[in-house]
């Protein structure tokens, strides 16, 4: 089974904190992809990685970063927490042969306070 | 105009009528059609996926698009309360957007005994 995990279920933090949220999966897939869940707004993409080292910007990405050093490990980075970024975070994966086959991962609701 | 208009609900009901879940885009370029079933607390799983037009049936589930009209849409035979859950519409455009999806707001399913 593909597994993709998320370093942490529940994050708390301070406004203006940096904020790592960590998802890793065991697939070897090439592309990995950071969105968050809102109500009423569904799923949109913060960033996206079809390589190493490579990124794309989604359709939210103003006040996120990301890295990916290794192909398994995709970071999402919060660079100065603000309240709206409060939400829940959903990492995936998919592989190039069928890339639109994403696995997610569980979750991590991050509030912002 | 989003680019994915999906009807939040919730809708709810009994244990043994046919569901039908519906979506309309606008872009015409979105080539490949997804649905995704959410539980609770879970991250999104891949249920059914089509493309271009027309239907596709697996148990219980058939997905059908209509691309002239831009519509896609999911019937549920026979639902279950095990059915309950938030289903998500998502388009992809294919080629080089490395399984970038645009996702609809969702909707909440309940199906009661």
């Known amino acids: 089974d593909v597994k993709v995990t998320q370093s942490s279920r529940y994050l708390v933090k301070r406004t203006g904190e940096k904020v790592f949220l960590e998802c890793v999966q065991d697939m070897d897939h090439e592309n990995m992809f950071w969105y968050r869940q809102d109500p009423g707004l569904g799923l949109r993409l913060i960033y996206f990685s079809y390589d190493v080292k490579m990124k794309e910007k989604g359709d939210i990405p103003e006040g996120y970063s990301v890295s990916r050093e290794k192909k398994e490990r995709f970071s999402l980075i919060l660079e100065s927490a603000s309240t709206n970024q409060t939400s829940m975070y959903l990492c995936a994966s998919s592989p190039n042969v069928l890339p639109y086959e994403q696995y997610f991962g569980p979750g991590t609701r991050l509030t912002v306070t | 105009q989003k680019e994915v208009e999906q009807d939040p609900g919730p809708l709810s009901v009994p244990e043994g009528a046919i569901v039908s879940l519906n979506c309309t885009y606008s872009?015409?370029?979105?080539?490949?059609f997804m649905w995704y079933r959410q539980y609770s607390r879970k991250g999104p799983e891949l249920l059914m996926y089509?493309?271009?037009?027309g239907n596709k049936e697996d148990g219980r589930f058939t997905a059908q698009v209509d691309k002239s009209s831009k519509y896609i849409s999911l019937f549920i035979r026979d639902s279950q309360p095990s059915d309950s859950a938030t289903y998500l519409c998502?388009?992809?455009?294919?080629?080089?957007?490395?399984?970038?999806?645009?996702f609809g707001q969702g909707t909440i399913l309940t199906v009661h005994p």
């Open positions: 998502a388009i992809n455009a294919g080629g080089t957007s490395y399984g970038k999806l645009t």
């Open positions: 089509t493309y271009s037009s």
């Open positions: 872009n015409s370029a979105f080539q490949y």
